[in-house]
């Protein structure tokens, strides 16, 4: 009886050590993809070793590569105002973003009059950390040329995101070669995200 209980023991924790792995290659999606919302200062290293990317090559200043991560994009109107949501992370994105680009040091003024207008009637819209933003490459082009999906407008091809790299300035992902690095200097755009759980 002990021999068959155990048998039974051993059989179950390996159905549910195999159940994300089945689930992944029959094409579910897993429930989170654990994506940081909140802004670090982090290290070239640590960029290179984020969890949900595939790195084509590396470079001194960051990689070039894409997210792993299985979209569900669904494109909503709000009000007058139209979103992307993204049922795989949990977030909602502005399908396009800042019409103009801008210096680093602009992307805290832009993001409080971007809230004060309430856009698709939310207030708590900020710049995407360096996972977010880098969960958008997609691992072909796909869109004009850019390595990002069909939902989002193509101007914005170059984005700030709201960590900072230890070598000094910010975070920054390019969406025309997959090409994610750190500077301070660039004029880039600005596509605001939220949760949307």
């Known amino acids: 009886m002990k021999k068959y209980l155990l048998i039974h023991v051993v059989m179950f ?3 549910s050590l195999l159940a ?6 029959s094409g579910e999606k897993l429930p989170s993809t654990g994506l940081r919302s909140s802004y ?5 290293p640590q960029v290179q070793s984020m969890p949900n990317i595939a ?3 590396k470079k001194v200043w960051g990689f070039y590569g894409h997210s792993t991560i299985q979209h569900e994009y669904e494109t909503k109107t709000i009000g007058n105002n139209r979103v992307v949501i993204d049922h795989t992370t949990g977030l909602m994105w502005h399908p396009s973003g800042s019409d103009d ?5 602009e992307i805290k003024k832009w993001i ?3 809230n004060r207008r309430g856009y698709a009637g939310h207030y708590d819209w900020r710049v995407p950390t360096l996972e977010e933003a880098v969960s958008l490459l997609e691992p072909s082009e796909k869109n004009g040329g850019l390595y990002i999906d069909t939902v989002f407008d193509i101007k914005q091809r170059w984005l700030w995101t709201g960590d900072s790299c230890r070598s000094g300035g ?4 390019y969406f025309d070669d997959g090409y994610v690095d750190w500077g301070d200097v660039s004029y880039l755009f600005v596509r605001p995200v939220r949760s949307a759980r």
Do not use: D, E, H
């Open 13 to 15: 924790s390996l159905i």
């Open 20 to 25: 994300p792995i089945t689930a992944l290659a």
């Open 40 to 44: 670090m200062n982090l290290s070239v």
């Open 55 to 57: 790195i084509r090559k």
């Open 101 to 105: 680009y801008m210096k680093s040091n």
């Open 112 to 114: 409080r009059s971007f």
């Open 170 to 173: 910010i975070w920054r992902v």
